[in-house]
């Protein structure tokens, strides 16, 4: 299977993810029937945060001898994507109706969402072409998203949607990590010396994305977070399956 069409499934897959997960919205016993309360996002966040370490960043400096281009295809991804977050976040949803509030909503976990998309396409991609672990990257995505598609339907459906509505503004969430692994695979496709960069871009774009996470998280518990038990735990499944894999 061609590049392009590896990141076509992968952003299928990890897309797909967040839709399934939003589906008990569409049960009015939503709090009561919930199959993904047992993911703990903390575990999901260390299986982020190691994968785009060990498979996206890492894979991409020791395939290249061009670490300056790779740092600063790197510095861009996490760049990019905080100026992103910080134009969205700085609207100020009371200033909206609730019609455009609930957009608001909507592009904000869209571009949440595409660096994520775009992490799972190149690493699939470049796991026929370099070695790296791209199911690895995968599965710690679609772990992360059936929680997150569940929680952004229940965030729409607090602002007065529908069930159906807030079903739909969660799958387009979904939609954008198909649009990411569609667009990370034809990049990995165009020329092999670009994958290194791709790699080191998607992996600084999702590592900005759970940082912001683990920042939120630091704050709670004054440093605490970083040895909790679920975090590690999420971190070295990475590295256990990186192993099984090789």
Request: no cysteine.
């Amino acid at each position: 299977m061609g590049s392009a069409l590896m990141g076509l499934a992968a952003g299928i897959i990890t897309g797909g993810s967040t839709m399934l997960g939003a589906l008990p919205i569409l049960k009015k016993e939503s709090k009561a029937w919930n199959p993904w309360r047992s993911l703990n996002l903390d575990f999901a966040i260390g299986m982020m945060l190691a994968a785009a370490a060990f498979n996206l960043i890492g894979p991409a400096y020791s395939s290249t001898s061009g670490a300056l281009g790779v740092s600063l295809a790197l510095l861009l991804g996490i760049v990019s994507i905080y100026g992103l977050s910080h134009f969205i976040h700085s609207f100020s949803p009371t200033q909206y109706s609730l019609h455009r509030r609930a957009w608001l909503f909507v592009t904000a976990m869209m571009l949440h969402n595409l660096p994520e998309g775009l992490a799972s396409g190149a690493a699939l991609s470049a796991d026929t072409l370099s070695q790296a672990n791209g199911w690895t990257v995968v599965g710690a995505i679609v772990f992360q998203n059936f929680p997150e598609g569940l929680a952004t339907a229940a965030a729409f459906l607090s602002i007065g949607l529908s069930r159906r509505a807030a079903f739909f503004g969660a799958a387009m969430t979904g939609v954008m990590e198909i649009v990411g692994g569609a667009a990370g695979g034809i990049f990995a496709s165009m020329t092999n010396a670009s994958l290194p960069y791709i790699l080191a871009f998607a992996g600084g774009a999702m590592i900005s994305v759970t940082l912001e996470e683990i920042f939120a998280k630091l704050k709670e518990t004054n440093m605490r977070y970083l040895y909790q038990k679920e975090f590690v735990l999420g971190a070295m499944s990475v590295v256990v399956m990186n192993w099984i894999i090789q």
